[in-house]
């Protein structure tokens, strides 16, 4: 037992003047790996949830933060406990005195990863409260602060209804590598155009390639999808876990084809074939 007033005089008084803390080795080892695994889920929620992307975004801050203050508690409280004559519950001069006269050593400039730990479970705790009260939902709120934030992250794609999941199978698995938004419509029936361009953009929030408009030869506005390249794919860590949620294959998305007339427009087609027949009609004339 120690009163307040005595582990707050003592934090304040050693904090008069500002320190620089330092994590140790084992402290380092922990604090990086906890730096790493948020910033791939930063990556993962950027496109698709600002509000979760954000709350990640301020942990590893907040981790320091809270893990300075429980290593100044810890540190003031074992200097009353080690000092018997100091008395336990009421600040006196006594305390004043020595505080005065206390030497800082390494043991105060350096973070242990006990004190991190600590802080890193206190900081997922007050994150999950903040999801809880939010409204999100998850399978399990007793899993570990990563595999939750995993887990809300996959449900912006589970949200998707049989239909959406179905008009994007056809756009990742068509055989070309860009193509505009007419190609899927021949091959997906009874879809408007509109429910496919929401497809092309929930694709480029999920990384999954890239969306752009161009003017066509009748002065409308065409939308093309861009499928990503073997070297953009290398930075995108949940390629690989999308293609899987919708079914397709590694090859079926890189799937190319020679048949140039893919690229073109019904019209094009039309009136491609129409002018093979006269010059055929022409030819045996």
Known sequence: MCCLSTIFYFIAKLNEVPNKFRLDTQASVFFNKIYDKIG??????????????????????????????????????????????????????QHKIFILNHEKTDEFKIIKKETLDYSFK?????????????????????????????????????????NECKIIKKILTYP????????????????KAIDIKNAFRTLEKLRLGKCSTKISGNNKEVTLFKKLTLDEISSEIHFSDYLEKFDINFDDYFQETNNKSLNKRPLELSENRSNKRTKSLHNNL
């Open 176 to 191: 070309m590598s860009e193509f505009e938004n007419h190609k899927i419509n021949i091959l997906a029936k009874n879809v």
């Open 122 to 162: 206190m900081s997922c705790y007050f994150n999950l409260s903040k999801l809880i009260m939010a409204n999100y939902s998850c399978k399990n709120w007793n899993s570990n602060f990563f595999e939750i934030i995993a887990d809300i992250l996959n449900s912006n794609i589970n949200h998707l209804s049989q």
């Open 40 to 93: 791939e889920l930063i990556h993962q929620a950027n496109p698709v949830d600002g509000f979760v992307c954000a709350l990640l975004g301020k942990t590893c801050s907040q981790v320091l933060k809270l893990t300075m203050v429980l290593h100044m508690f810890a540190y003031s409280f074992k200097l009353v406990d080690n000092q018997k004559e100091l008395n336990r519950e009421n600040l006196s001069e």
